[in-house]
């Protein structure tokens, strides 16, 4: 899949909850590569954050979750956290694509900003190995963008055995996370046109 398709398939991933038929690109179905069930429905965890969901029409199904970090631990950022099962099976090797619809809110006047200080994919239980490590991201602005972070599996995981973790703590922020979407292209580095 090139690099091309894969910027087509990630932006077509915001219509794809509410038009499915419209998640095509070039005859292909790209939610036929979803090893997740695309959701808003975040696991949030950790001292020191509130949250709450929200409706908001602006969003691909019409609703998120807020989250309030008032106590952070920059030097401990998993300690307040978002998360989601994946479902599927994750191959050793294969490109896995993790996105996210999000928006930020201001913090004591200061400009909308958060930041997730790392996007993985996970084991499920100890030692809760780093099967995709995708950095941070950061979250700018007050309207709905879709980030997305990539990389290779280190590991295999059997279905039900990973899970996405977004890393809050970093910073005394709020964030309003959208639906999320993980998709599997395989194996290998996608080859570019």
Known sequence: MSRIVIAAAVAALGLA???PAVARQGGEDI???????????WNLYGPGQTNAYVKD???VGGRGVRVQVATPAPDQPW??????????????GDT????????????DGAPAAAKVSAVRVQQTAPPWGGIVDGGAVTIE?????????RGPALMDAEPGQASISLQLAGARQT???GPLFVLDLGQGPPKAQ
């Open 141 to 149: 602005g007050e309207v709905w963008k879709i980030y997305t972070t």
């Open 96 to 107: 896995v694509i993790v996105a996210f619809w999000a928006k930020a809110e201001p913090v």
């Open 31 to 41: 939610m036929k590569y979803a090893i997740n069930k695309p959701s808003t429905e």
């Open 79 to 92: 300690t307040i956290g978002a998360g989601q099962g994946v479902q599927g099976k994750i191959a050793k």
């Open 17 to 19: 909850a509410a038009a």
């Open 57 to 59: 029409k602006a969003v």
């Open 175 to 177: 964030l309003v996370l």
